[in-house]
């Protein structure tokens, strides 16, 4: 192929790329009919990063995971409908690592900042040696998993669970910030003053851990490269159990590497199991009295 | 499925070696800041960049959304040292990002990551903007619900 040839495959993918999730476009971005009702029970649904997650991607993964929650709203069930769901993030600074990432992919590829960023969940950074260098310890290491950012994150939930905001809480943790839920998830509930059993749950998205607390739910893809190549060192590893389906996405250099959180949200069926798991786990936390 | 993983990543690899992208590299001697020539806080070459993306003849309101987050992100990586503004300019970038959800719902992301790459044109510029995201912790930083967004716009 021709490099124009291969130029214009890449603009006709980005442009089917962004046509595809052109169905979440709002003239106004519709409200939670149930959060205009002061009385309406409250529950917060927590993001939580991953490891090549800045502040800047956080913001708009949450952004994503919030809109398409709203676009599926309507047809959810009575007692998610009822609920007022708040989005808010916990985050998992990842400032070290994405800094260990980019210069490894300096040194090791030769690539330019521009590049870096425009391909940072994308398959030509996910190497496996960059995996290696930069990526594995932390994502398969429990002890390199900061304690205080898991304190922080269990006080959180507590906060929240707890008299006066008597909320639910879902978290929905994407890739490293997995093994963050799964520790804050046991230090809140090993600790007196335990919350009432199934006032957290958790839909896991794209995760390296081996085990989702309290029966919860996790969506990992078969074109997922980053959690295969640590299943590859870890084969405890939880199995795939989504895809993007046949999508351009997968084409295009910021999504290419199967792993971006958006992607998941963006490609089906992932993203429509995602929602549903999410709408199952809001129904049953609505039969939670929190506190 | 396997077949199609691998005529996938066939695909990016080849893809990835025609430098997709455009963008210019900086001049060697490019400082943090940069050129703001018409003190506006946001640099020339983002400014060049988002009026020939999004002009504001026809994407006005795209035009706009990305100047509030280019002169927000300006602002970090120049003050990346310091704790206190950080937090405060990580709020700035999150209206910002906020703003253009609002206009952009079924884009918004890819029109960050290009705009993002070019702000970040320099290793000098990437590692400001990594360190002042490690001066910002979880709740530092509220976050409006969708149907607030539109009304962060500056």
């Known amino acids: 192929m021709t490099r124009i040839g291969m130029r214009l495959a890449l603009t006709v993918a980005w442009v089917v790329a962004a046509w595809s999730s052109a169905d979440l476009v709002h003239a106004q971005i519709a409200s939670q009919p149930a959060c205009q009702n002061v009385m309406a029970p409250r529950t917060t649904v927590f993001f939580v990063n991953g490891i090549t997650t800045t502040l800047d991607d956080a913001r708009l993964n949450i952004g994503k995971l919030e809109l398409e929650f709203l676009n599926r709203l309507p047809g959810m069930s009575e007692a998610v409908q009822a609920n007022c769901n708040v989005f808010s993030l916990n985050y998992n600074p990842t400032g070290g690592e994405v800094n260990d990432f980019f210069e490894a992919a300096q040194q090791q590829l030769g690539i330019t900042p521009t590049r870096f960023w425009l391909e940072l969940e994308g398959l030509n950074l996910f190497t496996r040696e960059l995996i290696r260098d930069a990526l594995e310890g932390p994502m398969t290491d429990l002890n390199r998993i900061d304690a205080s950012t898991i304190e922080r994150h269990a006080m959180a939930y507590r906060e929240q669970i707890a008299s006066p905001s008597c909320r639910r809480v879902l978290i929905v943790p994407h890739s490293q910030g997995n093994l963050y839920t799964n520790a804050a998830y046991d230090l809140v509930f090993n600790q007196p003053p335990s919350p009432p059993p199934g006032a957290i749950k958790i839909v896991g998205v794209a995760t390296p851990a081996q085990t989702v607390p309290a029966n919860g739910f996790y969506r990992t893809s078969t074109t997922d490269v980053l959690i295969n190549a640590i299943r590859l060192i870890r084969p405890g590893t939880l199995p795939p159990n989504t895809n993007w389906g046949i999508t351009p996405l997968l084409l295009s250099p910021s999504y290419s590497g199967g792993h971006s959180f958006i992607g998941y949200l963006s490609a089906d069926p992932s993203r429509t199991q995602i929602l549903s798991d999410i709408e199952s786990s809001l129904t049953a936390l609505a039969a939670v009295n929190p506190c | ?154």
């Open chain 2, 1 to 154: 499925m396997s077949v199609f993983v691998v005529v996938i990543w066939l695909a990016v690899g080849l893809t990835s070696c025609s430098n997709s992208s455009d963008v210019p590299p900086p001049p060697a001697q490019e400082t943090v800041a940069g050129i703001d020539a018409n003190g506006d806080g946001v640099r020339d070459d983002i400014e060049v960049y988002i009026d020939a993306t999004y002009p504001v003849s026809a994407q006005g309101d795209t035009n706009r959304a990305l100047r509030q987050f280019a002169r927000a992100a300006q602002v970090t990586i120049i003050d990346a040292g310091e704790p206190a503004p950080s937090v405060a300019h990580a709020a700035e970038r999150f209206r910002a990002l906020e703003c253009l959800m609002a206009r952009r719902p079924a884009d918004f992301h890819l029109i960050f990551v290009e705009l993002r790459a070019r702000v970040l044109n320099t290793a000098a510029r990437s590692l400001s903007y990594l360190q002042a995201d490690n001066h910002v912790r979880a709740g530092n930083v509220p976050l409006l619900p969708a149907d607030q967004w539109g009304g962060a716009c500056l």
